[in-house]
Structures are given as C-alpha cells and as structure tokens.
C-alpha cells in the first residue's frame, strides 16, 4: 500500500483512539500508583493482562528464551523503571516525553551491534534531543523535582530499545500473541521483586487498601493499554506501511504532557517547556528528516 494512500475511516479511527489511549495511560499510572507501589501495580497489571487472554491467543513460533528476554526488557524492565519514575514525582507529561528517547538508543544500539547505518538526520536529531533532555534536567534542577525520576525514566526508555532489538531479533509475528506470551516471564519477575520487598503481607495490605480509583488505573492499564492498544496497532502495521502509522506515536507526549499540565497540575517550569519542544523537534527531525 502507498505512503500516500490515506486512512480508511475505520482505520483512521482506530489510529486516533490507540494514540490517546496511550498518551492517557500515564495520567492512568499516577492514579494507581498514588495508592501501591510500582511492583504491585506491575503484578496486577500483567495479571489482568495474561488471564483469560492466555487461554485463548496462540503462543508465537519462537524460542522460549526470546520471548522471557522480549519480556523482561519491555515489560518488566521497562514499566518497573517507568513506575518507579512516576512514584518518585516525574511529571507525566515530562515521563512520557523522556520516553521516547527509546527512539534514539535503538538506533545507537542497532549500529553498534548490527552496522546498521545511521545517517545525517539521525546525528542530527540525537543532538538535538541531548540538549532537549539536558535542558529538562535543569528544569528539574530548577523546579526542585528529584533527578531520581529523570534518570529512571531514561532507564525505561533504554529498556524499551532493548526490547524493540529483540523484535527485530525474534522476526515478524503476530504482535499480540508476542505481546501476551513475552508476558508470562513478567508476572513472576514482578511478583518476587514485590515480595522480597514488601513480603506477603504487605502486598496483601497494599492490594487491600486500594479503592475504585486505583483498581479503574489497573484495569485501564491491562485491558486498554495493553491488549487493546497493541492489538489495534498491529493491526494497522499490518495492513499500511510502517512509515505511514509510526510517526502517529509523536503525539503521545503531547496528549501527555496536556493532560498533566491540565488535569494533574503538575509543576512544569520554562527549562521543561524548552526542554520539551527542543525533544519533539528531533523526534520530527529523526522521522521526517530524511525524506
């Protein structure tokens, strides 16, 4: 299918609901994690997701030892960073703009272990996205926020190019079933880290004191963040060229970054906003530079 080609109305649908899904879900994160800590929500979120769901999606035709790798990178490494960054007191907006910075470490890791080329628009933008994420460090600095959740957010975003490596690794299969059964290694990984911290008994307390609002967060985060989300945008991968839905993801920080500024009050100064823009120029520079 053409680069040109739009969107059906369906199709266009189904892009605009995953891309907000997605940039709410960090507003969803923040409300779960004001009532349990990351390692629990991480169990409860990955328990939601892999029942019933593993019951009824066929496991990929991959090697056991790839799909756990697949799975503690981009779950259990990735959101247990994520969380924790956002427990701390990372902005959401701020976190989900940082994020992306998976972008540039999977090129620079690709190159690094594979050759692959990077060219000028790619140099270009990870400069560009240094002093963008230098100039929220300040921010940080400035506005008295821990760098703790700066650094974890990093963390998460290089735990995410991982996984995106192990992708291109594993080869093509059907996204959902890889998103599922890559899981089954990331509830257990979750589960001992909450009880070597916390103990039975404290997850139990933990799950107990929850109210409405924290169990809504979970259940958004599992259903529709996850199956949902990946499902939708597999399937979009599919049937369009990758070129054509993946620069769709640039809006995500942007929903985020509104919905924490509108809705959350969060506490974002000049050096953040600056920060911001500088980020999301090398993000359009490493999408769009080289046509």
């Known amino acids: 299918m053409s680069a040109h080609t739009p969107l059906s109305k369906t199709d266009a649908l189904i892009a605009a609901a995953v891309i907000f899904l997605w940039g709410v879900s960090f507003y969803f994160m923040k409300l779960a994690l004001a009532e349990i800590s990351p390692m629990v929500l991480g169990v409860l979120r990955f328990a939601l997701m892999l029942f019933p769901a593993l019951f009824f999606i066929p496991r990929p035709a991959v090697r056991w030892y790839w799909l756990a790798a697949y799975g503690l990178a981009i779950s259990f490494g990735q959101f247990s960073l994520l969380f924790g960054a956002l427990a701390v007191g990372m902005p959401t907006g701020l976190a989900a703009l940082v994020h992306q910075a998976q972008v540039f470490f999977t090129v620079i890791i690709a190159a690094m272990l594979w050759r692959e080329p990077v060219r000028g628009n790619h140099w270009t933008a990870m400069l560009l996205a240094a002093a963008g994420l230098g100039l929220i460090g300040v921010g940080q600095y400035r506005g008295e926020l821990p760098m703790t959740g700066m650094l974890l957010s990093l963390a998460a975003a290089l735990a ?132």
């Open 160 to 291: 995410w190019a991982a996984g995106n490596l192990l992708v291109k690794k594993i080869g093509r299969v059907q996204a959902l079933s890889l998103v599922v059964w890559g899981n089954i290694v990331t509830l257990p990984a979750f589960a001992l880290t909450a009880w070597l911290l916390y103990g039975f008994d404290g997850i139990a307390a933990q799950i107990g004191g929850m109210t409405w609002r924290g169990w809504v967060g979970v259940a958004f985060l599992s259903y529709l963040a996850s199956l949902g989300c990946y499902s939708g945008w597999g399937s979009l991968l599919s049937r369009h060229l990758a070129g054509k839905i993946t620069p769709l993801a640039l809006l995500i920080p942007v929903i985020a970054l509104l919905l924490g500024a509108l809705i959350l009050h969060e506490p974002l100064n000049g050096w953040h906003w600056a920060g911001a823009a500088v980020v999301m120029a090398a993000l359009l520079v490493q999408v769009f530079g080289g046509r």
